[in-house]
DNA sequence: TTGAAAGCGCTAACAG
DNA sequence: CTGTTAGCGCTTTCAA
């Protein structure tokens, strides 16, 4: 057995019992007053935590999780990337659980990790979690879990997890479907899509709402062309889609791949919006100041967290009540100067030349 | 009391005690099977293991804690933002804290946020965490620590933080020295600097780097124009900057300011690096392809996490050993389009003019 | 409104 | 190599 905790070999850590010695309670009432439950006098209440103070008592979360049952925590998995969507998402996702009380405990997959999201779960319900938030998740086969910890999954439809599952659509599709129709509105025939990886979810959301978009208007859908987010994968899709004159609209699954996509149109010499213009995707900070600024779709990623821990919660704490009705996300195109009315081409079927106005 | 907790209303939650008496050993040994503990014979580990398996046992961190005093946690205290820099240290935490057997737990403080780092670190206490990572911590004032739990600081002075403090310097001084210096190799006569807010140890030490490089060469040391990291604040020192035909080179602390900062130099007719050459810090994923592409410094995130956490770990662990020392992290200084020689112009003291070269 | 007693599921120490 | 015994610091239950 450890003897008492040393605190820089001074005095030993502190427990309730003897915050309760020192104020003349007995040590449940201690444990009373810190958490907040009635039936203790003002005055007692006062000299508790007068000699909690003094001694610098600090309640033991380890101690209380085993005795009640519950730790008052919440597990998220999520990918380890510095993109910018999942990064906003867990900000989001820890501000939301403090405000309700909930420690965080994060755990990341890498793409690729064998043991991938059922493994992190795992870890996560021997770490003794109340709930369990997967944001962001890719596919990696069917993931069963088998627990009774209520499971919020951010951005991946309902079917993805198990018995508790409350699901919070990001409303990427209807999102995408917005972004699309901006550019048809702008009078573009159809509209190329730069997709995300096909295994994450968003990537699959976006791409349906562009097509869904395509399809209400009976417009052609183009071959899609599937990058890796990265503003790399975007620059290489872009070349290829250069040479392609009919191309005069691209929808890129985020803003990274629409910059270095316009990059690889620039440096083809077709000019955006003039020639091409491009809509991106979740207004990264510094996409209203690259060139040309973008025009791109806000993603709500702090209303989602908000959204999808309050009914998380929920289902921890009322597990017999209905689960809560999630919300539809609202949708914020911004519009900026990577987009712009087709320009007067050839028409298909009749030969035509037009010189373009003006750059 | 409460009950045993079941699942799904099937079967309670095995404990070690249901697995010892199917696999017919002690408890004890069950114990010992899990904690890779040595003496116990294969055979007998074989059993163990398959009654878990079978019964679908898994160990309760939160008795183990209690009992062993050590939670086999470490808590981050971190800035709530997307940041890239803060959000990749993060990643790099966690995945060096997982392969070191650690969980992670996670507060963000708010800039602002009264109790701050203190009231970060308190409630990461409470929950029993066996060391503490304070990550790019922002100067509120002395933070007293009183704990005798090992913290790791990355990104801060050494006297930031208490007793069993470990502070491992992310080395942007010597980078943004770097920076600086890449820019009088090219024939500028002074940089200018952009730099992050003065409350972040992070801009202060990109600070000191620049005007270390300054003041070797015997330069002036032009006035410092402090953003606040985003590509915003980088537009409106922008444009203050274009108005002044002296200013040749800029060294921003972060890639947003400096991308902010070419939008504005574009706009006011300033080119890019024909009149003004621009270096950025931390090259986010999409500098090589914003316009033009980024001459940036890398930081080493990664490295700095693992080191970071390789010595926060030992302080756990080997408390009584000297501590570790910290290697310095690479320079990598990253050029691309962004910096070119110093334009020739008026040279002072004579009148002289001469046209720009074709841009 | 307060207190006493009995664990929560595990590890530490020691004995076999 | 394996088992026994006593807690870890709190919450729960029940009694006062």
Redesign the pocket.
Same mark, same amino acid.
């Given at each position: 057995?450890?003897g008492?905790?040393r605190r820089g070999g001074s005095s030993p850590?502190p427990?309730?019992?003897d915050v309760a010695r020192r104020a003349g309670?007995? *040590?449940?009432?201690v444990?009373?007053v810190?958490?907040d439950e *009635?039936?203790?006098?003002a005055?007692?209440r006062r000299r508790v935590l007068e000699a909690a103070e003094e001694l610098g008592y600090r309640?033991?979360h380890a101690?209380?999780a085993?005795?009640?049952g519950r730790s008052r925590s919440i597990g998220v998995v999520s990918l380890g990337t510095a993109l910018y969507g999942p990064a906003s998402l867990l900000i989001g996702v820890e501000r939301a659980a403090r405000d309700a009380g909930y420690a965080l405990r994060v755990v990341n997959t890498m793409e690729g990790d064998p043991a991938g999201v059922a493994g992190a779960v795992d870890s996560l319900l021997e770490q003794g979690v109340d709930g369990i938030v997967i944001s962001e998740p890719i596919d990696e086969g069917p993931v069963s879990l088998s627990t009774d910890v209520p499971v919020l999954v951010l951005g991946a439809p309902p079917a993805f997890a198990g018995p508790r599952a409350v699901t919070v659509g990001v409303g990427s599709d209807l999102l995408a479907r917005a972004a699309t129709e901006h550019l048809l509105d702008l009078g573009h025939t159809t509209v190329h899509h730069l997709a995300g990886p096909r295994r994450w979810y968003a990537a699959r959301d976006r791409l349906e709402g562009w097509r869904a978009a395509l399809t209400a208007r009976g417009r052609d859908e183009p071959p899609v062309i599937e990058g890796d987010w990265s503003a790399s994968s975007g620059y290489a899709a872009g070349r290829e889609l250069a040479s392609d004159r009919d191309v005069t609209a691209v929808f890129a699954a985020n803003d990274d791949m629409a910059i270095g996509l316009i990059r690889a149109l620039a440096e083809a010499g077709r000019r955006v919006p003039d020639d091409v213009s491009v809509v991106g995707f979740d207004d990264i900070p510094v996409s209203a100041y690259v060139t040309p600024p973008l025009t791109t779709v806000r993603q709500p990623f702090d209303a989602v967290a908000q959204e999808g821990l309050r009914l998380l919660v929920h289902a921890i704490e009322k597990p017999d009540t209905d689960p809560l009705a999630a919300s539809d996300p609202p949708v914020d195109l911004v519009v900026r100067a990577s987009t712009a009315p087709r320009p007067p081409r050839t028409t298909p079927g009749r030969e035509r030349r037009t010189t373009s106005p003006p750059g």
């Open positions: 057995m450890t008492p905790v850590v427990r309730s019992a309670v007995s *040590q449940k009432t444990s009373r810190f958490n *009635q039936y203790v006098s005055e007692v309640m033991n101690a209380r085993l005795a009640s």
